[in-house]
């Protein structure tokens, strides 16, 4: 009920703000809505190469063979096995994890728990990896010092805490 | 990096599917999976799309910058060794902000200027090497706190899952937890008065 309540109202903040601030609604809107289809255009082609390399790991039995060899860090930690996946590849490619929780949710179905706390995993961090190697390079930066440890122990906790909130609530 | 993983995913499997006699199961795979990936993407972008629009309206209408006003006193605490009223602190701001509404066209940029304003604001010493600054800015940005995580819905929704939004608290809440765990560790590693 209130979860449902989340998108309506920050919806109605922003339309009642535009209309006091008279800023050409519309054409706002058709702006950011051209600039959502660039970035899906943007994606697909690395989605689909890996979907399609995905999907072949679920095939093979390979996928699952990694899953198997680290149930028990997986057990130990309340991480879905299906998921450990996501732990090693959301760090590396954005598109890479979105591609494994299409594949999870196709496994284990779109209401599923173990779906969920995929879904949640990869919305709580950004692509560390890149997004360090980004900024670095802007700002010449060669020794990023204690920057990667602690950015890993932060995706690390948030994935921890995703699966725990999912499972447990 | 990414060329090494793919190559390796799909070599693993090929290699797997022989020992593991799953030929046929992965031959038809190569074939309908791009067709799914083609699908997932024009079913997700309805809702992106959408959201992305609505945020332009947030953007325009003024909401960045008041939520830049109401983060700083948050922010200025991760940041002591720089000036409040500095061009990198002001950059920080936007960044922070135009992540938070989703806007990640415009929150690229906008880091990459703050981050170069930190580091002529510190001219770290010895050069070239991250700071405590550089560091709590750049997990500020890794741990992705976003208002509407629209990708991931509409993955769900996409899915048929019929109750996308009950994600949008736990991502949250669980973003927050990772955010904090980095920045104690920053903390840790680079104690508090050395400039550095």
């Known amino acids: ?169 | 990096m990414m060329n090494y993983i793919w190559a390796g995913m799909i070599i693993i499997s090929i290699i797997c599917a022989v020992f593991q006699n799953n030929t046929s199961q992965l031959s038809s795979s190569i074939l309908s999976s791009a067709g799914e990936a083609v699908e997932l993407v024009i079913s997700m972008t309805g809702a992106v799309c959408l959201w992305s629009g609505i945020m332009e309206i947030a953007e325009k209408s003024g909401a960045a910058k008041a939520a830049a006003k109401l983060l700083s006193p948050v922010l200025s605490k991760l940041f002591p060794n720089l000036d409040k009223n500095g061009k990198a602190f002001t950059a920080i701001c936007s960044n922070v902000t135009a992540n938070l509404l989703g806007l990640g066209n415009a929150a690229t940029p906008l880091g990459i200027k703050a981050m170069q304003e930190i580091v002529k604001e510190e001219s770290a010493v010895p050069p070239h090497t991250a700071t405590k600054s550089t560091a709590a800015f750049m997990i500020l940005n890794t741990a992705s706190f976003q208002l509407m995580p629209t990708m991931i819905i509409s993955v769900l929704l996409s899915a048929g899952c019929s109750r996308p939004n009950d994600i949008i608290v736990p991502i949250w809440i669980s973003s927050i937890v990772g955010l904090s765990a980095a920045l104690c560790a920053v903390n840790i590693f680079y104690p508090k008065k050395r400039k550095l």
């Open chain 1, 1 to 169: 009920m209130t979860t449902d309540l989340i998108m309506p109202v920050i919806i109605l903040l922003i339309i009642t703000t535009g209309f006091a601030k008279k800023v050409p609604m519309f054409s706002c809107f058709t702006d950011g809505a051209a600039d959502g289809l660039k970035t899906m255009v943007s994606i697909a082609p690395s989605l689909i190469g890996l979907i399609t390399a995905i999907g072949m790991l679920k095939a093979s039995g390979a996928l699952d063979l990694i899953c198997s060899v680290f149930s028990p860090l997986s057990d130990l930690l309340g991480i879905p096995s299906e998921n450990v996946p996501l732990l090693f590849l959301k760090p590396i490619s954005g598109s890479g994890s979105l591609a494994m929780l299409d594949q999870i949710i196709r496994e284990n179905g779109a209401n599923s728990l173990v779906s969920k706390a995929a879904a949640v995993m990869t919305g709580s961090t950004e692509t560390t990896f890149y997004c360090i190697a980004v900024y670095c390079s802007a700002a010449k930066i060669k020794n990023t010092g204690y920057t990667i440890p602690c950015a890993l122990l932060g995706d690390f906790a948030s994935m921890a805490a995703a699966c725990f909130i999912v499972m447990n609530f």
